[in-house]
């Protein structure tokens, strides 16, 4: 005889968390599509609030134990996710039409392997089943076309507007698309105001849970134009190990923090590098520089990226690391930053965190 009810089964599953919001999957609207046959065999949907949940695993693993030890004989959990809208503190601030959330890559520093992380931030999200665009904010330096590996001229969409070119699931954006190849873009801070201001409001981005986007290093003109144009949900800092990389990124994060943005946190390149003969590991640029300057800031260290060959030639050849067939250990922990930065965004919109820009 049944008795498992879908009143039964959603009282069940109250006892079951998820982690990150600290609340149970039934009080957040997460459960879905229950079923139950005779026989006690239950199948639902758990509706995620970002597709590149770290902790998928573990809720599985709690639900299905749950069921299972009030009576259910078989579960069967299917996945579905609806990515939330990070909502903008003030009335009048607007976010890009179609686009839930914001994520700014920044770093201070040139060289320090920003674009890097961006590219495969965006390409990893876009794996794990989010809809993902990449602004290359760069406008006097862009790399992200080559890193990527997308060529050709965007054309006008039927709405008469950009229409963004595609590659790895990303919908991206760069100036690059719209000079000769090796022509220099000599543009006062107006013009690279204006730039960005146009890719926000003139490419046809559609819906995106995630518009990753590659600041330039320093502090001027471009991040101050992003910051004024649209709420930014979260801004992910990148440095290496050393002194003059921590110095950089020390201004930066003054910058974000001036200008009311949230800083997610902070992740370190090039940590460590490993030697693939003999396996020891050197830390060319320094130790533990990101972590320290975490500590010392109160903001969250999101971990190291060993310096990984691959890296470097899937970027050389537009082939980002976490997209290789044959990942090393730094597009692992890419995909883990992506999953991580994915939770924390969901975390900060279902707690109705304030996110705010200067007026």
Known sequence: MNDLTDTRIL????????????????????????AVTVDNDVTFTIELTTPACPLKDEIEADARATLQAAGARQVTVNWTSNVRRSAPSQPQQQMVPGV?????????????????????????????GAR??????????????LMLGVEGQPVASPAGKIAPLERYGVKVISIQFFVPEGQPIVWRGPLV????QQFLRDVEWGELDYLVIDLPPGTSDAQLTLAQAVPISGALLVTTPQDVALLDV???LAMFRRLSVPVLGIVENMSAFVCPHCGEASEIFGADGGERFARANDMEYFGGIPLDMRVRQGGDAGVPAVAQRDMGPAAEVLKNLARTVAARMSVRAARGAPVLTIS
């Not at 105001?193 to 960005?196: L, N, R, S």
């Open 250 to 252: 020390t201004k930066a």
């Open 132 to 145: 993902v665009g990449l602004l290359d904010a760069d406008i006097t330096g862009p790399n992200i076309p």
């Open 100 to 128: 839930r959330n914001i994520i700014a890559v920044a770093s201070g520093k040139g060289g320090v392997g920003k674009s890097t992380v961006a590219a495969n931030l965006a390409v990893a999200l876009a794996m794990d």
């Open 193 to 196: 105001g204006g730039a960005i």
């Open 11 to 34: 009282d069940v599953l109250r006892a079951v968390q998820e982690p990150e919001l600290g609340r149970d999957i039934v009080s957040l609207e997460m459960v879905k599509d229950i």
